[in-house]
DNA sequence: GTCTATAAACCGATAGAC
DNA sequence: GTCTATCGGTTTATAGAC
């Protein structure tokens, strides 16, 4: 959002020739990852800034040149995590069945990615709390999922594809709750379950037809 | 598993005069509510024994003289909630459509517990950690849980009142893993869900009879 | 059984040098 | 852009008086 699109005027010598402020931005990538590693270990409020500089190798000052505080930091990890998942699946669809086939990929593809599905775990039940600094972000997010997940149910319904008795609302908030919910168990024991087959079996039981796979 | 059961040998004119160490159980019981709600609000790691005492009104040394330390207080509210649910579902049956009832009756229940739900919420996702002191205690309790349920799924079965293609053990998981998302989606907004109208409608996407309401 | 006092550690954030 | 140094705050747990 904030980020600098101009192009540098100097462009000889100078140590950031390919690109303006091109080092601060490598910089900010590695202490969010840093960041995304320490806060999913140890949740928000235990994670220490010190911790994460001292994983990127640097000084908690130094560190907090890029971000102005701890809190701001957190909100940077998650806007930067939900922006590479949106670019998963946000890509247009009117098909209502593709759209929750590309949530269950996502899901399939996260079990590469446990720090991720950590992170979201334990800053979520955390945030939990109304003077969480995440709290307002997560309330407007599970709003906003719910509502984008119910609409797929209802083009799918639409289609013809939904079993009878099938509410897209109602639909929408247990896929997300099985989908969190799965996620837990196997946090907790890799081998306890399979979150993408469990998550497909579960939204196929409201349709007529087979989700695809993609 | 500590509690004295021996009865007083002195009756009379003693301040403990209605049972022995009946001073320290009401200490305690008062410390275990008290740690309840801070746990729930803050966590395990973040919240504070300081915090604790302060609610029941007394020192920290003097509350760990009652637990020996912040992690054996946690072990203790845990066990005492846990027992606390198993008496409410663990009545003897053989009906496993009885059992699921009893607990979407529980979900219905802890409607009126938020804390309760909070805690669990909070604390089983900060265990996710290896190192965390509950991580143990929550990898055995969702193994358990997963089997005794699946047991249930499994006496419905038996009874010829599961639905074709319902493996017990995966509808055992799945019905956790709703629960515990949705409670997360009510923690974050009361009115953005009913928990135990959406678990209830889950399990009866399983079954060829009427769930029970009991 | 409860207290005060204290040890030993860690925290976020800022000031200011370079 | 990164550092050192530091302020003012927090934490768990123990020692020892009463």
């Not at 899901?107 to 334990?122: F, I, K, N, S, W």
Request: aromatic share 6%; net charge positive; glycine share 6%.
């Amino acid at each position: 959002m904030t980020e600098r699109t101009t192009t540098e005027t100097a462009d000889v010598g100078e140590p950031r020739r390919r690109g303006p402020y091109r080092k601060s931005r490598l910089v900010r990538r590695r202490i969010l990852d840093a960041a995304l590693e320490v806060f999913a270990q140890s949740g928000y409020r235990t994670g220490s800034v010190r911790e994460i500089a001292a994983r990127v190798g640097m000084s908690e000052a130094g560190l907090l040149h890029h971000f102005p505080s701890k809190s701001a930091l957190l909100a940077a990890v998650l806007a930067h995590r939900d922006a590479l998942a949106a670019e998963r699946v946000d890509r247009d669809t009117d098909d209502g069945l593709v759209a929750l086939a590309r949530l269950v990929g996502l899901a399939r593809a996260d079990a590469d990615r446990p720090r991720v599905v950590e992170l979201y775990c334990v800053i979520s039940a955390e945030a939990t709390a109304p003077d969480h600094p995440a709290h307002a972000f997560f309330v407007d997010r599970y709003a906003r999922l719910r509502a984008r997940i119910a609409d797929s149910f209802e083009r799918v319904r639409a289609a013809g594809q939904l079993r009878d008795g099938v509410d897209p609302q109602r639909a929408a908030a247990q896929m997300m709750a099985v989908w969190d919910g799965l996620q837990l168990q196997w946090l907790l024991d890799r081998s306890s379950v399979d979150v993408a087959a469990e998550l497909a079996d579960h939204v196929q039981r409201h349709l007529r037809v087979p989700l695809p796979r993609a």
